[in-house]
Nanobody
Framework: QVQLVESGGGLVQAGGSLRLSCAAS????????MGWFRQVPGKEREIVAA???????YYTDSVKGRFTISGDNALSTVYLQMNSLKPEDTAVYYC?????????????????????WGQGTQVTVSS
């Protein structure tokens, strides 16, 4: 089992920045990919960014150039730096870990591809 704890959410004005952190514990050696997802009420949880153990990074189009995902070599701690925030970025942000096979291709982007989840942290961007 892997336990994930997010921190760093909050309220920020449009154009501002926040940095989310995700700390993993337990069987962290099994982690092959870490991802950040977000969800608003009534909508499906969507991928924001992901980073694989091999170093491949994925961003959804709406955050490219504004958000940066990073992590340590073991992916036991992962960050999401969010700049130039917009009201439409408002959501609950979740950290997720996949314990599947490590690949050199694009990280998995479906919420069903991930095995472990954090409790979520609220990000609210005011206009």
């Amino acid at each position: 089992q892997v336990q994930l704890v997010e921190s760093g959410g909050g309220l920020v004005q449009a154009g501002g920045s926040l940095r989310l952190s995700c700390a993993a514990s337990g069987r962290t050696f099994s982690i092959s990919t870490m991802g950040w997802f977000r969800q608003v009420p009534g909508k499906e949880r969507e991928i924001v960014a992901a980073i694989s153990w091999s170093g491949v990074i994925y961003y959804t189009d709406s955050v490219k150039g504004r958000f940066t995902i990073s992590g340590d070599n073991a992916l036991s701690t992962v960050y999401l730096q969010m700049n130039s925030l917009k009201p439409e970025d408002t959501a609950v942000y979740y950290c997720a870990a996949d314990s599947g096979e490590v690949t050199k291709g694009r990280p998995p982007t479906g919420w069903g591809d991930y095995d472990f989840w954090g409790q979520g942290t609220q990000v609210t961007v005011s206009s």
